[in-house]
């Protein structure tokens, strides 16, 4: 079966429990458990009545047949047996003989009551070792996750399953490996890292912690704690299964798919948690609403309508920390104060449907939009009015031939853009003053590139996780590229160099040895050079507006 990965997202360091905890199912647990799918056990019972319903409608014809078997049974045992075979009394075969229970006892065990019987073998004073002690503490080394390891989350669909894929990376060892993975209801469309703690008992709701809110096509979302491993549930579901208390006394039923003010009635898209109020989560759904939730109460707090048509990307002002833009496929971007639901927010309009938007790290005051026609726009906040008609953006590039279906920006090196496409090409770009200019284009062979993004730690600045079609993820490591080792030397001054000069590194899943991965393996140096000047001469890759 086909399989393919819909998103990333990265865990910065420090963050992951050094040894996750193993996940306890006890009576708390369960009746955590039996609330949150209060809902769902309802809808089985009632489908469980009306099987029987439907069984019940059918006994007069089973009945029927079971007379004629017996019928038949009756004619069978009239049949006269051959005087040879009468000896073995095969007509009594089946029988059970009443005094068969009353044999003679085994001898080796006679004497079974008086053994002695212990619970633990710690409490057997026989037996001194402890066999599994060994296997514990390698199986903890295992699991552990050390503070220089980074976290990638993978939302994977493989053999029509769904789960979320929690990778480690070991930048200084090369190595990208599956730590432990989520089962999911639905395909995951979205993922986002979050630090506060949701649900979590005997911790403080406003401590440091290692959660994800995973979008899916159902219109829930789903909220699970990273630092446990073989989690049956999820700490909390933000939408509609979180409430099964409303449906107890209503008959069984489709969810109504009327946009409202409590929960998404259709698949979510987009998530963005926002980073200085921790607990704010902010969602996108097809159901063309954004809805803001508090995690400490796992209720909505707010729900917007001012898009037209599904929305599909999120991201919060890294400033002003309560301003939210949005992207929607009704090819238009919003920029909308959350404080202020009645106002009409500030619009840019685009020419096709909007795939990403992000805000510009490095200064505020600008965002960047993509998509599906493969175009990248910048436009300046300041400049956008209530009118997206009116709207022009500082520079649009034309990065791909397709759409441009993720893309980010270095959060530690300005000016530096990562572009992924369904292509299955993946371009890093140098944004300067002038506009942008392409450094180096690569085909890692990851089919369409559904997910490009940059490890958010200063130590792991230059590496790229990249994922598509084809089902696996890889981490590149950019700074082994000469072209954009050329392109960001100014801004990097110490940029380290690798001993083995390898070029292209790429860090992949199922290898036993480091990969090593370029388009063209004695591709030289200049050649990334005129890709750069090339990029520079061609004036059609980057309009003025």
Known sequence: MASMITTTAWVPRGFAAPFPNKYKFDEEEYERIAALAKLQLDDAEEDLAEAQEAEKKGSEKSDKKKAE???????????????????????????TDEEAGEGQSMGMFGNVKSLAYYESNKEDPYITLDPGADEDDEER???????????LLAAKIEDELAHLEVYVYEDAADNLYVHHDIMLPAIPLCVEWLDCPVNKAGVDKDSAAN???????????????????????????LGQGANPEEETKKKKKKKSKKAND???VDAVLALAANRKHRNLLASGSADKTIKLWDLHTAKCAKSYSYHTDKVCSLAWHGVESTVLLSGSYDRTAAIADMRAPGEQPMRVGVESDIETVRWDPHDPNFFYVSTENGIVHYFDARKATKDPSASSSVWKLQAHDQSVSSFDLNPVIPGFMVTGSTDKTVKIWDITAAGPSLVVSRDFDVGKVFSTAFAPDREVAFRVSIAGSNGNVSVWDTSTNAGVRKAFAQKVPNLPTREDGAEDRLVAVNNDEEEESSSDEGEEDDEDD????????????MDED
């Not at 994800?212 to 219109?219: E, L, R, S």
């Not at 005129?530 to 890759?541: F, L, P």
């Open 69 to 95: 078997r017996e019928t038949k049974d009756d004619n069978t045992s009239d049949i006269e047996i051959d005087d040879d075979l009468k000896e073995y009394d095969l007509e009594h075969y089946d029988d």
């Open 141 to 151: 080394e295992d699991l552990q996750i050390l503070a220089t390891d980074n976290l």
């Open 211 to 237: 959660f994800v809110a995973i979008g899916t096509f159902d219109p829930d979302i789903e909220i699970w704690d990273l630092d446990t491993i073989d989690c049956m549930y999820p700490n909390a579901i």
């Open 262 to 264: 409590e929960y998404h």
């Open 530 to 541: 005129d890709s750069e000047e090339d990029s520079d001469e061609d004036g059609d890759s």
